[in-house]
């Protein structure tokens, strides 16, 4: 499989949630340069990271995200983080079934 096939199953996947290392995550983007995607933990209540302006003073919280490596060493799969990654996504219910 193609980094660019890798790129776009994932990109279907944005808004939807995932178990990630104990924490609930929402996928926000994928980013095809950097060969990466960004998550986003969905239990962000007043909680994140104090983010500091340009002089190094707290300004404000943000987010708290992350980001993991799309493609492995040979570049033709999904890497580790990855495949951990989509093991622990969170179906939605249907709003037909309930289920």
């Given amino acids: 499989m193609?980094?660019?096939g890798l790129?776009?199953?994932l990109h279907r996947l944005i808004g939807d949630r995932f178990a990630y290392l104990g924490d609930s995550r929402v996928l926000i983007e994928v980013l095809r340069d950097t060969d990466s995607v960004v998550l986003r933990r969905c239990e962000d209540s007043?909680?994140?990271n104090v983010?500091?302006?340009m002089y190094g003073m707290p300004?404000?919280?943000a987010q708290d995200t992350?980001?993991?490596?799309?493609?492995?060493?040979?570049?033709?799969?999904?890497?580790d983080d990855i495949m951990v990654l989509l093991e622990?996504?969170?179906v939605r219910p249907?709003?037909?079934t309930g289920r």
Avoid: C, E, F, V
């Fill in 2 to 4: 193609t980094g660019d």
């Fill in 7 to 9: 790129h776009r199953k």
């Fill in 46 to 48: 007043g909680r994140g």
């Fill in 51 to 53: 983010q500091q302006n």
């Fill in 59 to 61: 300004n404000r919280r």
């Fill in 66 to 79: 992350m980001t993991l490596q799309i493609s492995d060493a040979a570049g033709d799969g999904y890497s």
């Fill in 88 to 90: 622990g996504r969170q």
């Fill in 94 to 96: 249907s709003p037909l």
